[in-house]
């Protein structure tokens, strides 16, 4: 469905009952962010919100894609796997061999079919420039700060448009926007992404590089905005894909950028490659933790175009799930089959679980073949696109149910010897993650779950060994020990966490060697070790914790003892005491007290069915001190 603007798709959200609508004035600062915060992480009231007085002349909607219904609405689907289907189609038509004359000519509809999404440019305005402000203030619109360490407000859907200089190839991508003046904002581009190369190539030829931004419209543009397509390929053409109908574009008035001509909001301007760089953040960002505070790019606005009834739409990011988890699971599935098509047939399955959020965890399923196909896969995903940024990869055979996390489990426990099925490897990280030694660059693992060859298996395979484990005992040997959840072990799943306290002489590796001394502890495959403010019998919150606080090389030791191994994962926050870690590390994102007290004044005024907990109480023992990071 092509949709003509955002409120065409807020009318279709509130027909299939996916729309609250809040009359109260709520705040932008904070406020907005903890009610949407509470909505998108409740399992009976997750809807899409607009916030119709926001003490501005727009009004807010956030939350649009927080489900999988609503990016299926989004999306003009029932089902994301019908869109890889149609992909997997478009490209058969294509790629067939064409013996004569006939099989060419039958390939003409389908030619014509791609021609139509193509972007067009209109020669006259868009709806996106009703009102012209040659003296623009981004104050104006209803920007959010969206948690209480942020440094400022901040764009948080913005389709940042840029073209290369040299091939003057368009590029539309999703870049968050600090504000620092009425006409001045951070352009938070980071160094792996194709605006950042745009940036780099105006900078070595000394020209100001034209910027525009558009907020809103057709929700496919924001989608599209957010997918990880390769270099040089236009983001408008896959939006056009996805809703079958071209994206119109207008030309900006203060630049030659061209827009979409649907958007809520346009913000043009330019980007001064010799200007110096503003100190841009924090920001509480989509891993649960805070991005602290770097030099980037300032964005200088020259002009603001908007409908007459614009609507601003905010995306709150934060402790996963919230909504990028659901736009992730729409890259999932329709980047699955150009996955299959272009590079790896052998993958029958993607998934990214929300605690991994994005990009530390995969799980993927193969047809496999031959020995060490595992790891060919591994190796080849590490270097496509943005699964560079992977840091834990999970293989299994292609009969195993991937989205089964308890099946996941007892396969490795029936599957894995630790010391011969996990390979390390280093590589480009994600610039937020937070745990590794050096800046974007580290430590990545491959857990191989499938069925080994002969000449994968040098040990002797062993499954569940059934240890006992004297959980009492333990702790009075190890007093840096506060709990043990050994549920999984008695489930027959060879995987025991631990929580402990660090203090002042505690070292990972002299706890490590001296508990692998314990009895029955080489029985057991997986130690998870993580701090003693971890909930360990929140399985949800110790994967999110621990895939975000390792770097595989460093962190992951495995023990070997004659035919038993145990990998030790070591899941605690780094020190410069305890783990010679210099870099800073941040805190947990959550709202603040007063915010919370708020919100739960006027709850009862709201129009929802029930009260719901701010989920920021549930994470509050993990802050551990005042600030964007832990001092």
């Known amino acids: ?255 030659d950028i061209e827009v979409p001509a649907d958007a809520d909001f346009i913000i043009e301007g330019y980007v001064d490659t010799s200007e110096e760089l503003i100190f841009e953040g924090p920001f509480g960002d989509h891993t649960g933790f805070y991005s602290l505070a770097d030099w980037y790019p300032k964005f200088n606005i020259t002009c603001i175009t908007h409908k007459k009834d614009a609507i601003y739409p905010a995306t709150i990011v934060g402790i996963p799930p919230q909504e990028d988890a659901w736009i992730g699971k729409a890259t999932e599935r329709i980047f699955l089959s150009p996955i299959k098509l272009s590079m790896l047939p052998e993958i029958t399955n993607i998934n990214l679980p929300f605690a991994g959020v994005a990009h530390n965890i995969s799980i993927i399923s193969i047809n496999k073949q031959f020995s060490g196909h595992a790891i060919k896969v591994a190796n080849s995903l590490w270097g496509a696109g943005q699964m560079m940024f992977n840091k834990i990869t999970i293989i299994t055979d292609k009969n195993i149910n991937i989205d089964d996390y308890k099946l996941l489990a007892k396969t490795f426990t029936e599957n894995v010897i630790p010391s011969e099925d996990i390979t390390f490897s280093k590589g480009p990280m994600d610039v937020l993650d937070h745990s590794s030694d050096k800046f974007a660059y580290g430590g990545k693992m491959c857990i191989d779950l499938t069925i080994k060859t002969k000449q994968e298996r040098i040990l002797k395979n062993y499954n569940f060994l059934n240890p006992e484990i004297n959980i009492n005992k333990l702790k009075q040997t190890f007093t840096e020990i506060s709990d043990i959840n050994a549920d999984l072990i008695k489930n027959k799943i060879s995987i025991l966490i631990i929580s402990i306290k660090k203090d002042i002489k505690f070292k990972i590796d002299i706890f490590i060697n001296k508990l692998y001394e314990e009895q029955n502890i080489k029985k057991i495959k997986a130690i998870i070790i993580v701090d003693d403010i971890v909930d360990i019998t929140d399985l949800f919150q110790t994967t999110w914790i621990v895939s975000g606080n390792i770097d595989a090389g460093r962190d992951c030791k495995i023990l070997k003892n004659q035919n038993l191994s145990t990998i030790f994962i070591d899941g605690t926050r780094k020190t410069k005491q305890n783990d010679n870690f210099e870099r800073n590390w941040p805190n947990i994102v959550v709202s603040d007290d007063d915010t919370i007290t708020k919100i739960d004044k006027i709850w009862n005024k709201l129009p929802f069915n029930k009260f719901i907990e701010s989920p920021s109480k549930k994470y509050k023992k993990l802050v551990l001190s005042k600030g964007a990071d832990v001092k």
């Open 1 to 255: 469905m092509a949709f003509k603007s955002l409120k065409e798709f807020i009318y279709v959200l509130e027909k299939n009952n996916e729309l609250i609508r809040i009359k109260n004035k709520i705040n932008p600062e904070l406020e907005i962010t903890e009610i949407t915060d509470r909505v998108s992480k409740s399992l009976n009231q997750n809807k899409a919100l607009l916030f119709e007085n926001t003490g501005t002349d727009f009004p807010v909607v956030t939350n649009l894609f927080g489900s999988y219904k609503r990016v299926c609405l989004a999306l003009g689907v029932n089902n994301l796997d019908d869109i890889g289907k149609d992909i997997k189609l478009l490209f058969t038509k294509i790629a067939e061999p064409k013996t004569n004359i006939i099989d060419k000519l039958k390939l003409l509809p389908a030619l014509k079919e791609m021609s139509s999404w193509m972007p067009r440019v209109k020669r006259t305005k868009g709806k996106c420039q009703e009102i012209i402000n040659l003296n623009p203030d981004i104050n104006k619109i209803p920007v959010l700060k969206c948690w209480p360490e942020d440094g400022g407000k901040f764009i948080t859907l913005p389709m940042v448009i840029t073209k290369d200089p040299v091939t003057k190839i368009r590029n539309v991508g999703m870049y968050r926007m600090q504000i620092f003046d009425k006409n001045l904002t951070a352009m938070h581009w980071h160094l792996h992404k194709v605006g950042a190369r745009h940036y780099n190539e105006y900078k070595k030829l000394g020209k100001k590089m034209p910027v525009s931004v558009a907020i809103g419209g057709n929700p496919v543009n924001t989608y599209a905005a957010t997918a990880p397509l390769p270099d040089n390929i236009d983001e408008f053409m896959l939006s056009g894909f996805l809703q079958k109908n071209k994206v119109e574009l207008v030309k900006c008035i203060t630049n």
